[in-house]
């Protein structure tokens, strides 16, 4: 459900919204991601994710987020999850005076093809986990998901 963006501005400026990320594992230890277009995040590498909709399920919502980021729906039991984050961001999307909150419902998934989709993302990377934890272009949530 898409809400008109006066409505959404509101949203943003008063309640967290509640996203899924997913972190994509390749067969070499590589993990996936994209240089984001937009704000929050702007011009850092970041995993690929979403919002999840009211009145939509985690599985369907997880559905939606794997085909719209991933080129290919992915069935949400194929998914480990990883845990329960917070993002606080001084920006949005809408308004860089409106500031963002995101839960974050983190997922692991182990794929070796991508059909990518640059909605959100200028372009698409595999790195490392050195690469990862090493380059200041990686957002620090990104790198939150990588340091167990």
Known sequence: MFLDKEVFKTVIANAPLISIDLIIENAQSEFLLGKRINKPAQNYWFV?????????????????ITKAELGNT????????????????????VENSISTHYIVLAYKLKLNE??????QHESYHWFSLSEIKDSNLVHPYTKDYFTS
Do not use: C, M, W
């Not at 690929?48 to 939606?64: H, N, Q, V």
């Open 48 to 64: 690929p994710g979403g919002r999840i909709y009211k009145g939509e399920t985690l599985e369907a919502a997880f559905s939606r």
């Open 74 to 93: 992915i069935v949400f039991d194929k998914a480990v999850f990883e845990g329960i984050y917070q993002h606080f961001y001084d920006d949005s999307f």
């Open 114 to 119: 991508v059909q990518l989709n640059n909605a």
